[in-house]
């Protein structure tokens, strides 16, 4: 018996007689021709052909393998563009197939063999069976598993195919196969040298795929009947997407890819992935021995391109963080600490969350204050107001810990004007006590418009400890600190018209009103001053791009303190202007004086000493009918009673006695609107006319049949939108009133009444305009 035979017996556990008699007979007529061709027989193992035929697996027919000419296979051997040398030519005889064989293993023995292995990672699906010298003879069993009753056959792809996901061989010997057979290493490493070179000739997928089918075409040529074997692609492996395969003989010739019979085709790309990860672990085949190794994960390039998406999200992050750092810098200068940048970088709804809550009280009482010239005196059983001189006294008497002030300018001696004069005993008095504060354990701080013509009265409290500070708004919004506010213990306050001047005493008509012993209102008051002192403390002229939050409102017309003025019930907040200057959440002072305007219902009282709906302190001109046009629209449209009442001085602008004509105009028939104008002046005896910038009515205020504004400023353009001022809202309507009390509004609306009514207020006429502002001293 020929040794193929004794062979194929060693095999018969794998086919039945039918079968062994069968392809005993082919080879015998091969035998045959190969003698009569002078060529050496060849071993060949039925295995397609009887394993196959059980599995019921579909082949194609010869004839249509047959279609490939001669040529073609030449053209497919000169690509490989290897030498006769080491291989043995598969002979085709009758159109009679031949068994496919397996490449042998050969370890890569140098880093060339390694990087060589890796260029042909895209061309695993290009069948092996032509290039190889080895028969299904050499090839080494492999025992196959219980769960694989059914495994599909596919042609060995291009890598390592003895190391598996899940299969390990163990050779007996480098290159010992089967049948103990040894195949030298020439021949070895040609069929392998000849396979590399067949699919490194593959520049793409699609040559790859065009070698492929010449390659089974060739195949078809030589073996007649061998059909194409159907292709499966291996199971993804979950967390990393990779592929791993293995090959074995299960003693029926059907090559394994996966344990699952139902795995689909693997991509080219996918082997790419696991071969490079396996090129240096090849082995040779162990006929016997197989073991379960852990499965081999290749690197996916999701994790690369997480960490790209990452740093590109990251990148534009850092670049705003020291883009705005710089500008910082550039605006700020160079912080000196850790705790002087965190100071500069403060956010309000950063430090909102670990400020500290104040409790406030908001039983409280409030007292409208009024200054009333020497020599103007109202009708016996006139109503009165407290004196402010008094009110600034008693402030300072109580004050326990601070006293903080804004103020225009500071001249409470007649040193100002190089002269004595009487009068100023008022300013002086409270000047001293000003000078006690400090000595007995009184901080006082006072923010100053900046800068000051005349400093005496601040250098000397500066002398006894105080601080000031100036504010120069000029160089930052264009206009002035003209805000009169006080603060003391952040329990009382004062605001009102009068500034911090001895003939806002005794020889200017002022209006104003003190708050005692209510914290809630003063802790509002001070963070309006904080933000005037933490101006002063900039040198650069710049306001900070945001406002800290121990300066934000703890007031607003949207959200009202709730407290008790004297016992009845109040809905108040302050407002202030200019905008830039409103910390979060404060109520513009424009925006509170249209917003009382536009919610009275019977009238609306105005006491102001300039009126004019223009630009007052600016080139050029502008006309701004801002206010201007809430008053027409609330007498003309709404019925409301609108009274004006304005100041004749030395200093009063001729333009708006014009365009309160043009008010006053309004109530003649047919409009029939209810608005009227008087003109109030302070008559002054030829001594007072010589004290400069004095015998006027200075108050600005406003009351309604509903609600109380008390302010700072003039009624004009840059008083709202240039200049720093202070407005105050007392809303007390549908309030209890109990016996012996009273609203603030209806006291201040008595005291409007007293002054419209008095002999000192006169209907405009045409010559106000001239005589008011064309006044000179005499």
Known sequence: MEPEDVHFRSTEHLIDEEDNEKATSERKEDGEESRKAGRPPLSRIPTFQSSLSRKRVTFQSAESSQKTDGSSQQGQKDKAGSTEAGRVKMAVSGGKEKALPIPSARLPTSLADVLFQGDILDHTSTPLSPKIDQSFDQMPEITKDSDQADISLQRPPL?????????????????????????????????????????????????????????????????????????????????????????????????????????????????????????????????????????????????????????????????????????????????????????QLELHWLESFWMPQETCISDCRLTLVESVPEGLSFPSGSPYLP???????????????????????????????????????????????????????????????????????????????????????????????????????????????????????????????????????????????????????????????????????????????????????????????????????????????????????????????????????????????????????????????????????????????????SLSVLSKPPLSCNIHTKVFEVPSTREQQRIPFARVNHAKYMVTDRVVYIGTSNWSENYFTQTAGVGLVVNQTGSAVGKGQQTVQSQLQTIFQRDWHSAFAQPLSDVHAEHCSGKTLT
Not at 478 to 499: C, E, P, Q
């Open 387 to 661: 004196s402010i001189s008094d009110t600034w006294t008693n402030l300072l008497n109580i004050a326990n810990s601070s006293v903080h002030i804004g103020a225009f300018y500071f001249t409470l001696r007649d040193s100002d004007m190089g002269l004595t004069e009487p009068s100023s005993v008022l300013g002086k008095k409270v000047f001293n006590h000003l000078k006690q504060l400090e000595p007995k354990g009184v901080k006082l701080k006072i923010a100053v418009n900046a800068p000051q013509p005349y400093i005496a009265d601040t250098d000397e409290l500066l002398a006894t400890g105080a601080e000031v500070r100036g504010v120069d708004l000029q160089s930052i919004t264009g206009g002035i600190l003209h805000t009169k506010l006080w603060v003391v213990d952040k329990k009382h306050m004062y605001l009102g018209s009068a500034n911090m001047d001895w003939r806002s005493l005794t020889q200017v008509k002022e209006v104003g009103v003190a708050v005692e012993d209510c914290s809630c209102l003063a802790q509002d008051a001070s963070r309006i001053f904080d933000v005037y002192w933490d101006i002063g403390a900039q040198k650069n002229g710049s306001l900070p791009p945001f406002w800290p939050g121990r300066f934000s409102a703890l007031s607003s017309s949207k959200y009202p303190l709730a407290v008790t003025f004297n016992g009845v019930p109040a809905r108040v907040y302050l407002s202030s202007s200019p905008p830039p200057l409103s910390s979060h959440g404060r109520s513009d002072d424009l925006s509170s004086i249209l917003s009382v305007i536009a919610d009275a219902e019977r009238f609306v009282y105005v006491s102001v000493m300039d009126y004019l709906p223009m630009s007052q302190f600016m080139e050029p001109v502008r006309f701004w009918p801002v206010i201007d046009l809430a008053l027409r629209e609330a007498a003309c449209t709404r019925g409301v009673e609108v009274k004006l009442l304005v100041s004749c001085w030395s200093h009063s602008p001729g333009a708006m006695f014009v365009f309160l004509q």
């Open 159 to 343: 890598r390592n195919i003895y190391e598996t996901n899940d299969l390990v061989v163990e050779p007996n010997s480098e290159f010992e196969t089967a049948s103990g057979e040894t195949v030298s290493e020439d021949e070895q490493m040609s069929a392998q040298d000849a396979v590399v070179e067949d699919l490194s000739s593959c520049s793409s997928d699609d040559q790859c795929e065009s070698s492929d089918q010449a390659n089974e075409d060739t195949l078809k040529e030589e073996k007649g009947n061998v059909s194409q074997s159907q292709q499966t692609e291996e199971d993804r492996v979950t967390e990393n997407n990779m592929k791993q395969c293995f090959v074995a003989d299960n003693n029926d010739g059907s090559t394994l890819c996966g344990q699952d019979e139902t795995a689909k085709i693997q991509k080219p790309s996918d082997n790419k992935k696991c071969f490079k990860e396996t090129r240096q672990g090849i082995k040779t085949a162990d006929t016997t021995h197989t073991k379960h190794t852990p499965a081999k994960t290749c690197t996916p390039s999701k994790q690369i391109r997480g960490r790209s998406f990452s740093l590109l999200c990251l990148l534009p992050s850092i670049l705003l963080l020291f883009g705005g750092f710089a500008l910082h810098i550039w605006q700020y200068g160079v912080p000196k600490s850790m705790s002087h940048l965190m100071s």
